[in-house]
């Protein structure tokens, strides 16, 4: 053990973070560590009274180009690369007067802060660090002599091994520091790739790369014998990765999923027009409505499905009231998950203490671009987000019948939630609420006859006498490739369709609509989900 110890004498410092740095290297110089550090942080170390030496006195040029060029050069990449029980290599520092670095601590240049601000080309140009990544790589590279902190949550474990080990760390924390020193470079340099990218207009670029941020390890993944973790990506959108968890147990990994496929559905809704919510099963929406208040939509998205309902998540576009909480917590109920929650509703929900409260402080925008990834054997499939919404598609009536107002309010509902339900995907609707739905199913018209019957079922349940699929409006999120699917949902009762049309058999299925007088209007638009 004690061949791979390493004694810290001098540390090298340039940070753009400087939470903990005074109190770190205080500690440090305790311990009897050499301090070198770059303009703002040696200036920040001098005003706090430690002794700190200027890069400058070290490489013997100064800083230059505007900050570009002051850590590049021989005496400080020679005193971190330098394998110290090299013979050559320690030769070769004697002789060029290079001390050796034992500990580097860097973080980078803002750059993903600054481009998820909206700063223009020089700005995000600007807050590209090199210098930094040049001095993390080097330092993870020789691990066995250097140690590198690259985040000031580290500080600690660095710290503790020093007290533990008289001013030396183990081989242990250096590799694991090495690796997350990787990881971060890695993580920045994909951020910047993908600006370039996104800038560019390059949906295709020859090398295609992601990173994210931990945000928890998870108990296990889709089932208990796989591993899985959570990370926020650089995208800044609002939802499950940014929201705050207000009480409940530990979020499981479908918790998580489920969790952002209600919160995404919900966010079709906007606030200002009406309450919202969303109940979500195993990634697909089991109901959902809207209403002049939140508990109006919640108990009219419960009426759909409420045997699918238990154990569910409830997504809701306003924040959540005590009306809403009150009724939701009647029912097992997983995750909430709404912008806010009002100090009587989070009381109302902290009685159930298993169910988890989240706050997501804003709703993501449907209509932002970015990127969904996903992967397969052996590599990845990248594809820009589905950001088309109703509001902004051209509604095409091709049958004899054009919509009245009130189906067209239900047809452009529907359609909404159509979009959020795996494929092939059929919705019914009625009163600006889902009262049937049929997803996944390898058939259209499958689906179509499961959504009836499920609406059925949800009837039976709570003891209506009418079904509730007579006299609504269906959403598929595909066109009809014949007309078997529509004659389905004509004889569960649909009086209207959307659908986004396209199919050789068109005709056949605006003339089946045209047959038994139901209105059908086209998107030109597809809603597949996978």
Same mark, same amino acid.
């Given at each position: 053990m004690a061949e791979h110890l390493r004694r810290i004498s001098r540390a090298l410092l340039s940070v753009s973070d400087k939470t903990g740095l005074i109190d770190f290297a205080r500690l440090l110089v305790g311990f009897g560590v050499e301090l070198v550090a770059t303009g703002g942080t040696r200036r920040a170390l001098a005003d706090a009274g430690l002794p700190v030496r200027d890069v400058s006195d070290v490489t013997g040029f100064p800083e230059m180009m505007d900050g570009r060029v002051k850590t590049l050069h021989p005496k400080i990449h020679g005193g971190l690369?330098?394998?110290?029980?090299?013979?050559?290599?320690?030769?070769?520092?004697?002789?060029?007067?290079?001390?050796?670095? !034992?500990?580097?601590?860097? %973080?980078?240049y803002p750059f993903e802060e600054t481009i998820a601000q909206g700063a223009d080309h020089d700005r995000a140009i600007e807050t590209i660090d090199i210098g930094g990544p040049a001095l993390i790589r080097a330092a993870a590279k020789n691990h066995d002599d250097v140690a590198v902190i690259v985040e000031p949550s580290d500080y600690a474990?660095?710290? !503790?091994?020093?007290?533990?080990?008289?001013?030396m760390t183990t081989q242990a924390l250096r590799r694991r520091l090495a690796a997350k020193a990787f990881a971060r470079t890695a993580a920045y !340099?994909?951020?910047?790739?993908?600006?370039?990218?996104?800038?560019?207009?390059?949906?295709?670029?020859?090398?295609?790369?992601?990173?994210?941020?931990?945000?928890?390890?998870l108990r296990y993944g889709e089932n208990p014998h796989q591993t899985a973790a959570f990370y926020r990506t650089l995208e800044l959108r609002r939802g499950v990765a940014t929201a705050r968890q207000l009480q409940g147990k530990e979020l499981s990994y479908n918790n998580? %999923? !489920?969790?952002?496929?209600?919160?995404?559905?919900?966010?079709?809704?906007?606030?200002a027009r009406t309450a919202a919510c969303v109940i979500v099963k195993h990634a697909n929406p089991c109901g959902v409505a809207e209403a002049a208040t939140l508990v109006e939509a919640y108990c009219k998205a419960l009426a759909c499905d409420p045997v699918s309902a238990f154990g569910g998540i409830?997504?809701? %576009?306003?924040a959540l009231d005590a009306d809403a909480a009150r009724a939701i917590t009647k029912i097992f109920t997983e995750v909430i998950i709404a912008p806010d929650a009002s100090q009587e509703a989070i009381a109302i929900v902290a009685a159930k203490k298993?169910?988890?409260l989240m706050t997501a402080g804003g709703l993501p925008d449907p209509r932002v671009a970015g990127l969904a990834v996903k992967s397969v054997a052996g590599g990845l499939l990248v594809q820009s987000r589905d950001n088309a919404v109703i509001e902004e598609m051209q509604l095409n009536a091709v049958t004899r019948r054009a919509p009245t107002a009130a189906e067209y309010l239900d047809l452009r509902f529907a359609f909404r939630v159509a979009k959020h339900v795996k494929s092939n995907a059929i919705v019914y609707a009625k009163d600006g609420a889902t009262v049937g739905i049929g997803a996944g199913q390898m058939s259209r018209v499958d689906a179509a006859r499961?959504?009836?019957r499920k609406a059925a079922d949800a009837a039976r349940e709570t003891g209506l006498a009418t079904l509730p699929t007579v006299g609504s409006v269906v959403a598929s999120d595909a066109f009809f490739p014949f007309a078997d699917g529509l004659l389905a949902a004509i004889e569960a009762g649909a009086t209207a369709v959307i659908q986004p049309g396209g199919s050789m058999r068109d005709n056949e299925v605006i003339k089946a609509a045209d047959d038994h007088d139901i209105a059908m209007v086209f998107t030109g638009t597809r809603h597949f989900r996978h």
């Amino acid at each position: 053990m004690a061949e791979h110890l390493r004694r810290i004498s001098r540390a090298l410092l340039s940070v753009s973070d400087k939470t903990g740095l005074i109190d770190f290297a205080r500690l440090l110089v305790g311990f009897g560590v050499e301090l070198v550090a770059t303009g703002g942080t040696r200036r920040a170390l001098a005003d706090a009274g430690l002794p700190v030496r200027d890069v400058s006195d070290v490489t013997g040029f100064p800083e230059m180009m505007d900050g570009r060029v002051k850590t590049l050069h021989p005496k400080i990449h020679g005193g971190l690369l330098a394998v110290r029980h090299n013979a050559e290599h320690a030769h070769a520092m004697r002789e060029h007067g290079i001390p050796a670095i !034992d500990l580097l601590v860097v %973080n980078l240049y803002p750059f993903e802060e600054t481009i998820a601000q909206g700063a223009d080309h020089d700005r995000a140009i600007e807050t590209i660090d090199i210098g930094g990544p040049a001095l993390i790589r080097a330092a993870a590279k020789n691990h066995d002599d250097v140690a590198v902190i690259v985040e000031p949550s580290d500080y600690a474990a660095l710290t !503790d091994e020093l007290a533990e080990h008289q001013g030396m760390t183990t081989q242990a924390l250096r590799r694991r520091l090495a690796a997350k020193a990787f990881a971060r470079t890695a993580a920045y !340099d994909a951020a910047i790739a993908n600006w370039f990218a996104a800038r560019l207009g390059d949906a295709a670029p020859d090398f295609r790369t992601f990173g994210g941020r931990l945000v928890e390890a998870l108990r296990y993944g889709e089932n208990p014998h796989q591993t899985a973790a959570f990370y926020r990506t650089l995208e800044l959108r609002r939802g499950v990765a940014t929201a705050r968890q207000l009480q409940g147990k530990e979020l499981s990994y479908n918790n998580i %999923n !489920d969790t952002d496929a209600a919160y995404e559905c919900v966010a079709e809704f906007d606030p200002a027009r009406t309450a919202a919510c969303v109940i979500v099963k195993h990634a697909n929406p089991c109901g959902v409505a809207e209403a002049a208040t939140l508990v109006e939509a919640y108990c009219k998205a419960l009426a759909c499905d409420p045997v699918s309902a238990f154990g569910g998540i409830v997504a809701l %576009n306003r924040a959540l009231d005590a009306d809403a909480a009150r009724a939701i917590t009647k029912i097992f109920t997983e995750v909430i998950i709404a912008p806010d929650a009002s100090q009587e509703a989070i009381a109302i929900v902290a009685a159930k203490k298993n169910l988890r409260l989240m706050t997501a402080g804003g709703l993501p925008d449907p209509r932002v671009a970015g990127l969904a990834v996903k992967s397969v054997a052996g590599g990845l499939l990248v594809q820009s987000r589905d950001n088309a919404v109703i509001e902004e598609m051209q509604l095409n009536a091709v049958t004899r019948r054009a919509p009245t107002a009130a189906e067209y309010l239900d047809l452009r509902f529907a359609f909404r939630v159509a979009k959020h339900v795996k494929s092939n995907a059929i919705v019914y609707a009625k009163d600006g609420a889902t009262v049937g739905i049929g997803a996944g199913q390898m058939s259209r018209v499958d689906a179509a006859r499961i959504a009836a019957r499920k609406a059925a079922d949800a009837a039976r349940e709570t003891g209506l006498a009418t079904l509730p699929t007579v006299g609504s409006v269906v959403a598929s999120d595909a066109f009809f490739p014949f007309a078997d699917g529509l004659l389905a949902a004509i004889e569960a009762g649909a009086t209207a369709v959307i659908q986004p049309g396209g199919s050789m058999r068109d005709n056949e299925v605006i003339k089946a609509a045209d047959d038994h007088d139901i209105a059908m209007v086209f998107t030109g638009t597809r809603h597949f989900r996978h």
